[in-house]
């Protein structure tokens, strides 16, 4: 009797430390525990793949165009685009939006760089940019950002409105992927977005404007890619962190290959347009870090720099330059 009395605690104490763990690791990962078994198997397993501090709030963008999320709410936020011709996109509010310059291939068909060619031309036929690129071989970048307020962004000047402001980070390496923000002319507000190419159009949350956010981008695992931000989101009052994880066939773990970017930009359809009277002033790019991971990542200087590029001029595009992650950036086309 005390032997099977002895066995039954153990087991007792087996199964209580294994509910807990589970319960921990629900905890760990901010699982809800109102998703079903399968999203919570396949959002647990990306979010193993990120740092504690980046799964407050997290959706992954599947390939097939699935939306998956550890909180059932964050898929309310979620946006996805409609492609309707002539390189015009619309949200679901009716919102129409170009594509920014790196992207603006017909999005209906999937876009994948030459990882052969390892600088970006200095040239474009989709709208005012200044770009920043590393040198090959990272895999993780982190910095902030001044996301201008409705007063310092005018890109509804073209007819229709069909002129987009952005702010992104993303590079290349196989697939082309841009990662960062996208102004909303209905809300005055920031779309949180991350599109490797040939994947659509989908974002997260809408940040307010003038408000300065974290910015992070990283590679998760081979092939898939995530950018994090922190700051307030519309409708609200607190600092949130958010992550968007998506697939990016080509990207390596441990930088091989990967060049990194940040990215101020008016996309234009239609050819350039260098005289209708829109802007995007004052954004602010500070505390900018690359590396291959957190522990590692440095100031971002001249050293890991793979070029610059303030496109079509610095008369239209301008910077108050420190270094190669530290500047304002500002885009003002003449009437």
Sequence with gaps: MRKLASIAIVMILVFSTSVFAEENKNDNFFISPELGAAEREIIG???????????????????????YANKPELKENVEKAE??????YAWENGETFVLPEA????????????????NYSCSGNTGPYRRVFSNPGYSYYEGRVYLPAAAEVNDQSQPGGN??????TGGRNGTEVDAGFQYGKTNQDWAFFNSPAGQGRTSGSRYKSGQTVTLKF????DNQVAVSTTGIKMNSTTVTTETLVANAPGWK??????????????????????????YLRNVQ????KIGTTAANAQQ?????????CSFPNSSIVSSDYVNAGQEKVSINIPN
């Design 218 to 221: 990283y590679v998760t695992q």
């Design 103 to 118: 992207q603006a291939e017909d999005q209906s068909q999937a876009f994948v760089s030459d990882i052969s060619i390892l």
């Design 300 to 308: 971002w200087l001249a050293s890991q720099t793979g070029g610059y």
């Design 285 to 288: 790019w500070s505390s900018s």
């Design 45 to 67: 397993d990306i979010m193993q793949t990120l740092p504690e501090s980046d799964r407050e709030n997290v959706i992954y963008f599947a390939p097939d165009g699935e939306v």
């Design 163 to 168: 002129s987009t402001s952005y702010i992104y």
């Design 253 to 278: 773990l441990n930088g091989t290959g990967n060049i990194l970017k940040r990215i101020t930009s008016i996309g234009q359809i239609g050819g350039n347009n260098f005289n209708s009277g829109a």
């Design 83 to 88: 492609y309707v011709g002539d390189g015009v």
